[in-house]
T-cell receptor, first 111, second 115 residues
């Protein structure tokens, strides 16, 4: 059974701090890893990482895929209160189109 | 519309009743997915549709759950004889095509509460 584990479960930081969120996976025939941000209800897409694209960056957010360690990190620099959300990691594997999600990391950024 | 829409946004029902949840995918997206998110849990895959192909129902938790997609667009998820453990947020997503390299775009979800 495919498995995705995220850590930490929750995190409280001060505005301006840098945070690193972790995602590890155990799947058969890895295809892609996706990061989503969930503020209220709808998860919004952040990044997709694959064997041909192991590093992505957008503004203060960046992500790296380590296929050897079967893991990924999501970095957020100079955090802002608007970064407060649940960050979800998901993996697509094999021929299936479905995503297997981790339970998420709840990030709270305080003033 | 610009994004995936779902209705209703909230649904409260009594145990034993049937409910129908609706999803309108992004126009032109051929793949549609249903997930559910229980309190403290990650998103759990339920079912997905790709074009006119037979749906992948491998995530449906019981035969009380069913879904259909009419005309390759709108989808309805039906839960019969609802139980309290069905209480969750039901999220729909769509992607341009199915496959591991097509990001899925999510709707706002329907929060289902079974009393």
């Amino acid at each position: 059974e495919d498995k995705v584990v995220q850590s930490p479960l929750s995190l409280v930081v001060h505005e301006g701090d840098t945070v690193t969120l972790n995602c590890s996976y155990e799947v058969t025939n890895f295809r892609s890893l996706l990061w989503y941000k969930q503020e209220k209800k709808a998860p919004t897409f952040l990044f997709m990482l694959t064997s041909s694209g192991i590093e992505k960056k957008s503004g203060r957010l960046s992500s790296i895929l380590d296929k050897k360690e079967l893991s990924s990190i999501l970095n957020i620099t100079a955090t802002q209160t608007g970064d407060s959300a649940i960050y979800l990691c998901a993996v697509a594997a094999g021929t299936a189109s479905k995503l297997t999600f981790g339970t998420g990391t709840r990030l709270q950024v305080t003033l | 519309g610009a994004g995936v829409s779902q209705s209703p946004s909230n649904k409260v029902t009594e145990k034993g009743k049937d409910v129908e949840l609706r999803c309108d995918p992004i126009s032109g997206h051929t793949a549609l997915y249903w997930y559910r998110q229980s309190l403290g849990q990650g998103l759990e895959f339920l079912i997905y549709f790709q074009g006119n192909s037979a749906p992948d129902k491998s995530g449906l938790p019981s035969d009380r759950f069913s879904a259909e997609r009419t005309g390759g667009s709108v989808s309805t998820l039906t839960i019969q004889r609802t139980q309290q453990e069905d209480s969750a947020v039901y999220l729909c997503a769509s992607s341009l095509m199915s496959g591991a390299y097509n990001e899925q775009f999510f709707g706002p979800g329907t929060r289902l509460t079974v009393l």
